[in-house]
């Protein structure tokens, strides 16, 4: 009885009107979201292809030769092609998989979780760069130093609708603003950072330079403390918006100094987890350098084997050249920042020599504009221009690993078409210093991001 209803029930999908009316349904949906009405042509093509049969679009078939050996061939290169458009299509609209590389959201995330990201949440962005390899981002598998796409034709900017919009302490993936410019053979360094330090003519002149479009631009994580509008303020390393102090989860954590009593009880730090690439140590007086989460932290002093222990903020303002807008009239450092207004898509802002520094590249890199200053005066496109309306929202965001975390105190704003989706999910979490199968770390495996 059952096999007759499964037989009965497999023919049905099988008729090709049914098969018609189902591919029809999805690509109608599928249209109707990209609002781009033009594709409604496509419907030709699959007509075509349950039932006048026309032109063989599955050219890879031959349709006279028959043979089991054959059958087989052609069946698996047809679950290939499908296999890489379904993933492709999932990659583009809706979920991507990415890997955490580095400590800047310890401990919210460590290095080497493996998370789902969300691109319906926020709105699929459509690829900007519409000729690179399949299943790369920016660079070749075994070649990081050669790209993987073909930058000469590039789209507009346009985002799809989605199921929500960003929200304040978000953890959200995006490119990385300043991977505009890379140096081909430290790609893993800032360019900008770089040439703040060394002059852009040096580096310049020393490395070859690559260029990348929005899209092939380093993919980052942070959280979003800033939305549109907001305006942030960091007191004492704690960020307040709009002049209230953040509600921050217990995953985030400070620097702090501690003297060990007993050098065997380094194998305490061991106990907390801390990541390697975070421990800052001299040998000479047993002082070390760890970031706490406020439970680390008692657990720290609740265990008396360190003593001297001190939070680390920093007070120098010299180094403000290193910090967002780099100009020694803001004498700001990662601990006390701002305040600092985050743009908005239509606000209307006096520019003046003062607060340009903090806008500069807003208006010139990404809302494409030409800007110079002649005697005190800001020329926009050639105009002398005493407002700016800004094109686009921005998002300013903090890493929950706040001393060991490249995020906008260093390079500044977020704009929303480097938006790439919000982290859902850790799906896998691996501890490179272990061997498998101690590396698993079962108690983050299958976990929502908060």
Sequence with gaps: MLKRRFIKTRRFFRNPFVKLLFSSSIFTVWVLWLETYWLFAGLIIITDIHLTKYVNWRFWRKRLRKGKKHKFKTELLDS????????????????????????????????GD??????????????????????????MPFYKNKNSFISTVQLPYR???????????????????EGDTVIQKLPEKSYYTMIRQYGRKKINKTYSILYRPIDKRDNYIKRVIGLPGDTVRILHGIAYINNKKETAPESIQYNYSLKIVNSNDINTLDKLEISKYDIQDNVYNSVYTIPL??????????????????????????????IFPFDKRYTWTEDNFGPLAVPSRGLVIEINAHNLPLYERIIRQYEGNKIEVKNNLIYINDIIRHTYTFKMNYYFMLGDNRHNSNDSRYWGFVPENHIIGKALFTWLSLDKEKHFPYNIRWSKMVKFIR
């Design 159 to 177: 985002r799809l609708k989605g199921i929500n919009q960003i929200k304040r302490y978000d953890v959200v993936v995006f490119n990385y603003p």
């Design 293 to 322: 989460t406020k439970k680390k932290y008692r657990t720290i002093i609740d265990s008396g084997y360190f003593k001297a222990i001190v939070k680390y903020e920093n007070i120098d303002p010299t180094s403000s050249n290193q």
């Design 114 to 139: 493996y998370i789902m990201v969300s691109k319906l949440r926020y709105g699929p962005r459509l690829p900007m760069t519409p000729f690179n390899i399949p299943f790369t981002h920016n660079s």
């Design 80 to 111: 290939i092609i499908i296999a890489v458009l379904v993933v492709g299509f999932f990659r583009v609209f809706l979920f991507e998989a990415y890997s955490i590389p580095t400590s800047s959201m310890e401990k919210t995330l460590c290095v």
